[in-house]
């Protein structure tokens, strides 16, 4: 921001009128943001239900997430981290959402935040925030995602909330997060939802989303299945913490390195 003001007469002279009402409002959004975020930071840094208020996300309000986060999220708030959020808000508007990105901001203030929708948010784009358009499902595109980022420490699902999204997006970016890490998925009543391909009938189906999840719970516990010939599979071996909330899961990650399982063959 400094750097062009510096430059003055000479850059005005080069930029057409629209350049500069164009250069003056990104100027004046990125010192709003940047002030705003420190001042929140400074009065309610560590209260992330006021945060999600005051950014209007619906994390603390239309839902009750933000009780939950800050019980995960605690100890992570001031390490560096990656954190990436799928789903910016604000649909087709490329100017609306983005809430919850600069709540997370806030929040972690060492960390850096990025953003996936299917429409453009680049609007967003500001300091330690970065915005990428694609399909949650397009493992192509995730890749990149994931090769620009790096390591990912922390993934919140707020996107399309279609069962077969969410479970195809987990299935992709959990083994490809940091060896330690945590993985949200928001808004899971869809699993209920027959038009984003739920169910109420049929609560064991591996096919929504709370059944999918409620699938690996038994892989906690894969040292002391009573079977020999059992093989773990990835999750058993790195899920290593699963929380079940109204509308909303958390599965931690780890290795049995970081906590090591051992089978207890009596009480």
Known sequence: MFDILRLGKPLSRVLTKDQKKKLLELLHRSARWRVQSILYRLAFGTNLRTLALLYGTDKWGGHWYAQHYEKHFAALRNKPLNVLEIGVGGYDNSKQGGGSLRMWRTYFPKSRIYGIDIYDKSPHNEKRIKTFKGSQIDEVFLTDVVNEIGQIDIVIDDGSHMNDHVIATFTFLFPRMAPVGIYVVEDVQTSYWKQFGGTSSTFATPTTIVGFFKHLIDGLNYVD????D???NYYDKHIVGMHFYHNMIVIE????I??????RVTL
């Open 258 to 263: 970081e906590q090591p399982r051992t089978s």
């Open 253 to 256: 990650k780890a290795s049995e």
């Open 230 to 232: 059992y093989q773990p």
């Open 225 to 228: 299945f009573q079977l020999p």
